[in-house]
């Protein structure tokens, strides 16, 4: 199994920034990509950016472009989302998660990587609330 575990939210004034971590640990040679995800409430859960652990190449959800940014420290087997320029929407629950995820066509990779099914292990969750 993979465990992993968020930290890092809190409520923040628009425009303001947070940075969550997330910390894995357990067999990760099962997973090749963690990603981050964010559910609000009446909402579906929607990926926000991932990472692949291998190389380091990145996906981001059109609505945080430019504002996040994914990043892992393999060291510290930590993976951080610094969220820059926060809005209301931006509160949620959010979520990081670790995967295996299948080989695709280029055009396909980001889509794969922000699909919540392709996860299997999932953090508890952290808060984070903009106003």
């Known amino acids: 199994h993979v465990q992993l575990v968020e930290s890092g939210g809190g409520s923040v004034q628009i425009g303001g920034s947070l940075r969550l971590s997330c910390e894995v640990s357990?067999?990760?040679?099962?997973?090749?990509?963690i990603g981050w995800f964010r559910q609000a409430p009446g909402k579906e859960r929607e990926g926000v950016a991932a990472?692949?652990?291998?190389?380091?190449?990145?996906y981001y959800a059109d609505a945080v472009k430019g504002r996040f940014t994914i990043s892992q420290d393999n060291r510290k087997k930590t993976v951080y989302l610094q969220m820059n320029s926060l809005k209301p929407e931006d509160s949620a629950m959010y979520y990081c998660?670790?995967?295996?995820?299948?080989?695709?066509?280029?055009?396909?990779?980001?889509?794969?990587?922000?699909?919540?099914?392709?996860?299997?292990?999932w953090g508890q969750g952290t808060q984070v609330t903009v106003s």
């Open positions: 998660a670790a995967g295996n995820l299948l080989e695709a066509p280029i055009q396909a990779l980001g889509v794969v990587a922000l699909a919540t099914h392709n996860y299997n292990y």
């Open positions: 357990g067999h990760t040679f099962r997973v090749n990509a």
């Open positions: 990472i692949y652990t291998d190389d380091g190449t990145t």
